[in-house]
């Protein structure tokens, strides 16, 4: 028999400095789940801002190693700017919200988008899943569920991260040389066997594949020191522009060197 008491109204987490990189990530993406509708917002106990709304979806583009949930972030990053603050949430902004949570593998709600008040209890939001995922999905091996969807997320953007400060390192022979001690052959192998691993079905879509093998190959034959061998430090340098980093000004070894990579390398 249910209950006619009023429900309490939800709490929205908002994103603190105190976070990890991974909560404020996870963050990020439960906020814009709140967009998907009016009538979820209408159980907030606070709607959240138009200006913590941007800031949640610069993090995750900033972080988000997959061009397709990325690009939907950016479509909803746009929505977004044409809501005024105080005024009623653009119904653009709604459905660009559904876009993204169906582009990281979210699904639609039962009763429809309109009808989720944000206190169903989905198969999205289950810890088992009890709706199978259709067989193209599952043999692209998607996320079976709204939060196997953001954890895998996070875990893309960390490897990325971590190959990223190696490549950084390894792509300024100057830099270096400068180092009074260098990690070992298993820890550079390691980092860029995460990134590999991490993609799954979807790696041999990813640009930085075929220059991430590549670099792999070449470190797997170093025993790394002071000197960097040529085709390490150019395998390095391909697979960063592969990921979207860029040449700094004056070349990877000018005197200020290349660009620091996210900090997130417990290695």
């Known amino acids: 028999m249910k209950s006619n008491c009023p429900r309490e109204p939800r709490a929205l987490q908002p994103i603190s400095h105190r976070d990890t990189e991974a909560e404020a990530f996870n963050k990020a993406v439960l906020l814009m789940d709140e967009m998907t509708s009016a009538r979820r917002l209408s159980t907030l106990e606070r709607q959240p801002t138009r200006a913590e709304l941007l800031s949640a979806l610069d993090l995750y583009i900033a972080i988000d190693p997959i061009e397709n949930s990325r690009e939907r972030a950016r479509e909803l990053r746009e929505a977004a700017l044409m809501w005024r603050e105080g005024e009623k949430v653009p119904q653009a902004v709604h ?26 209890v989905r198969a999205v939001d289950r810890d088992t899943d ?26 893309l953007a960390q490897a990325v991260a971590g190959a990223v400060n190696i490549a950084g390192a390894l792509a300024s022979p100057r830099l270096w040389a400068r180092a009074t001690s260098w990690p070992s052959r298993e820890h550079l192998v390691e980092h860029v066997d995460q990134l590999l691993s991490a993609f799954g079905a979807e790696l041999d879509q990813q640009r930085f594949a075929a220059p991430a093998r590549r670099l792999r190959a070449l470190l797997s034959a170093w025993e790394p020191g002071p000197e ?6 150019e395998a390095a340098r391909e697979l960063l522009a592969a990921l979207g980093i860029e040449e700094p000004p004056g070349g990877w070894d000018a005197p200020e060197g290349p660009p620091e990579g996210p900090s997130n390398d417990n290695g």
Do not use: M
């Open 95 to 120: 459905e660009a919200a559904r876009r993204f949570i169906l582009s990281i593998g979210g699904r639609k709600p039962p009763g429809g988008w309109e009808d989720d008040d944000g206190y169903q």
């Open 228 to 233: 960097i061998p040529t085709d390490v430090s």
């Open 130 to 155: 009890d709706a199978e995922p259709p067989p193209a999905a599952e043999a692209a091996g998607a996320p079976r569920s709204y939060g196997d969807a953001s954890k895998k997320a996070a875990q």
